[in-house]
């Protein structure tokens, strides 16, 4: 299976600030990396898709970037919306696996 | 617009027996690979089965292999979940996800809001 490993697990950030995820894989998973955003007691959302690739109706501040085996998640201009739980996934190989999340506190 | 609405989720004795399901709509069923994950309240994301487009293939998480049956019914654009012998490790919210794509690969674009499965004495 593919470990995937997500840090931080929580950090703290203002309003306008900009925040950093990093999902690093055990194996190289070329562009099947996806990250979701989880607010309390609400499902996942799909943000980002195959690395770089911003759902539909997603904010622009949000993007990912990243290749073979180290990924990143960046927002630019946090936004109070935008305090959640961040996970990043591996699609490339069943099963597929999460990262341990990471909280965006203010 | 897409909606995928679990039901079925019950408080159950370890070692009994449930099926969830998931009833879609808003897309053409048959076209997409579905899937469930779960999550333990307050825990990470774990995926636990999928099916491809037509039933033809199916795949599990090494935890439920051999205990959860993914199927699914194109008839009543439906997704379902036999667990059997269940643990109390297997308490979780669980979610009914629709592919992106009709490839396995694709990333999980739909999630249903999730139905609570808790197995307790």
């Known amino acids: 299976d593919i470990q995937m490993t997500q840090s931080p697990s929580s950090l703290s950030a203002s309003v306008g600030d900009r925040v950093t995820v990093t999902c690093r894989t055990s194996?190289?998973?070329?562009?099947?990396l996806n990250w979701y955003q989880q607010k309390p007691g609400k499902a996942p959302k799909l943000l980002i898709y195959?690395?770089?690739n911003l759902q539909s109706g997603v904010p622009s501040r949000f993007s990912g970037s990243g290749s073979g085996t180290d990924f990143t998640l960046t927002i630019t201009n946090l936004q109070p919306e935008d305090f959640a739980t961040y996970y990043c996934?591996?699609?490339?190989?069943?099963?597929?696996?999460f990262g341990q999340g990471t909280k965006v506190e203010i | 617009e897409v909606l995928l609405v679990e039901s079925g989720g019950v408080v159950v004795q370890p070692g009994g027996s449930l099926t969830l399901s998931c009833a879609a709509s808003?897309?053409?069923?048959?076209?997409?690979?579905m899937h469930w994950v779960r999550q333990v309240p307050g825990k990470g994301l774990e995926w636990v089965s999928l099916?491809?487009?037509?039933?033809?293939?199916?795949d599990y998480a090494h935890s439920v292999r051999g205990r959860f049956t993914i199927s699914r019914d194109s008839s009543q654009s439906s997704l379902f979940l036999q667990m059997s012998s269940l643990r109390s490790a297997d308490t979780a919210f669980y979610y009914c996800?629709?592919?992106?794509?009709?490839?396995?690969?694709?990333?999980?674009?739909?999630w249903g809001r999730g139905t609570l499965v808790t197995v307790s004495s």
């Open positions: 996800v629709k592919g992106m794509f009709s490839s396995s690969q694709s990333a999980f674009h739909h």
């Open positions: 808003g897309f053409t069923f048959d076209d997409y690979t």
């Open positions: 099916i491809n487009w037509d039933g033809s293939s199916t």
């Open positions: 194996h190289t998973i070329t562009n099947f």
């Open positions: 195959a690395v770089s």
């Open positions: 996934q591996q699609s490339y190989s069943i099963p597929s696996t």
